[in-house]
Each structure stands twice: as C-alpha cells, then as structure tokens.
C-alpha cells in the first residue's frame, strides 16, 4: 500500500501565531510501508499551547522510530503496539505537568494520531480534533464519510480530555480495515468546525483528487470557513491510500527500518 499526503496549516485570521503541530511519517520496512500521522492542538485559553502540542509530536517521532517500528519488525501484537503508544502518552503528560507546576500555570494540547500498516489502521485520540474516513461510493459524486473519533467535548468548547495538566487520560484507540482508493482526513477543530460532512464528501472525493487538487482544495476549504467567521487556527493533514506497484530487485532487509526511510 502507498499513501499519497498532504498538508495545510494556517494560522487564522486573529491568533498570533498556529498552536497547532503535524507530523506525517513513512517508512518502508521489510514487513511493509507504514505511515503515521498526528495532529496536536495546543489549548489556547491556557499558557504555552504551541510549546505543549510541539512537545508531544517531537516526541512522538521519536515513538515512530524507537518504538512502533522496532515493534513491527519483530511482529510484534497490535496490543503491545497499543500499550506502547500509551506510555508515550503517559510520560508526555507527566513532563508537560510537572513543567508547568513549576511556573504556577497549566497546558495543554490534544492529540489524533493515526497510524497505517499493510491493511490495517490504528488510532490514539483525545481532544476535539478529529480523523474522518472517505471512500468513493459507485455512481456518486460524494465521497461517504465516517468520523473515526469521538470529541471529548463540555458544552460549546471546554475539554474534558487532553494531554497536559489536568492529569493523565488514557487516549481512545481505534483500529479497523483499509482499502485501496480510501483516504483519511485528520484535522484541527478550527478546520472542521464550520464545514459539514456532507461538504467534506463533496469537495475530498478520494478519486478525484489529483496531485495539485489535494492542496488546493484543502486551502479552499479553510478560506471557506474563515469566512464564516472562524477565528481559531485551522490545520489538516489528508492521507490518500494507493495499491502498491511490485517493483523487482531485493527490498529492504532489516527489521528496524531505521535505514529504509522515504
């Protein structure tokens, strides 16, 4: 399987600078490409929120390398991948609150991160961002369009869950089946807030999106909810899945990868 990415942050029209964090990594290993995806958003109504969703993805590479690819290597279960990612999670919060207990302020930042493999994804959330699942429906001109993840949400805009000074929550995990031909969009809560699935099917239609469409209509999508009146900031990562192309000569030999990045 192959994936075809794309990103866009921005940040807005009133903040003064993006709180929000993306990473997308690959690897190509000798048991099969795998990607990983996150988003983390920085709570702005607390201190430092670009310090503590910046935190969390540079640690999360490292997770990538050190972590979930050793683990697949040795074919490792899906649980043991599962608790491994959680005591990321687990150590992140630790240090982001006992960084902000010595200053007398708290932070924070949510989390949605997305990991694909062979067939398979994997999902670790908390927070209000969200994963959404596209695929093209026979004979449509929308794509059907599923929210994988749950908003942990209080009344219009209080969290309940995050990463940061509120104490440990173990993140939502998730895993289900891929196919060729699908995608995935993972974005900030200022990106979705605004815009309805039944338009994200519309203008996302996994087939129809062609290498310079993604951008543009990822961007369109943001214009679009700035004017109508979002002031939060706004970021995206979308994810096309591909059938891969057998290619002759040996491939990659080692079980870490660590050497076999593209």
Not at 167 to 184: C, I, L
Request: aromatic letters at 8%; hydrophobic letters at 35%; a positive charge.
């Amino acid at each position: 399987m192959l994936y075809d990415t794309t990103v866009y942050w921005e940040k807005g029209v009133v903040r003064a600078c993006n709180q929000d964090s993306l990473i997308v990594l690959q690897a190509l290993t000798s048991k099969g490409r795998v990607l990983m995806a996150a988003l983390c958003d920085g709570m702005g109504g607390l201190d430092l929120g670009e310090c503590a969703s910046g935190y969390l993805t540079e640690e999360l590479v490292t997770w990538f390398y050190d972590g979930l690819l050793p683990a697949i290597g040795k074919k490792k279960p899906l649980w043991v991948i599962r608790r491994c990612a959680e005591r990321k999670v687990f150590q992140v919060q630790g240090r982001l609150q006992r960084y902000a207990d010595k200053r007398n302020f708290k932070m924070g930042t949510t989390l949605s991160m997305l990991v694909l493999w062979e067939k398979k994804y994997l999902i670790w959330h908390l927070g209000d961002s969200r994963i959404y699942h596209l695929s093209t429906q026979k004979g449509s001109d929308m794509a059907k369009v599923r929210v994988l993840t749950q908003d942990h949400v209080q009344g219009t805009n209080m969290l309940t869950k995050c990463v940061g000074s509120f104490g440990y929550f173990r993140p939502d995990f998730k895993m289900g089946a891929v196919r060729s031909g699908e995608a995935f969009l993972i974005c900030s809560d200022g990106f979705w807030r605004r815009i309805e699935r039944r338009e994200i099917g519309e203008v996302l239609l996994p087939s129809r999106m062609t290498e310079g469409r993604k951008e543009r209509r990822l961007r369109e999508i943001g214009e679009a909810v700035m004017r109508r009146g979002e002031r939060d900031n706004l970021s995206a990562i979308y994810i096309r899945t591909e059938k891969g192309r057998r290619k002759k000569g040996k491939g990659c030999a080692r079980n870490d990868a660590k050497d076999c990045e593209s």
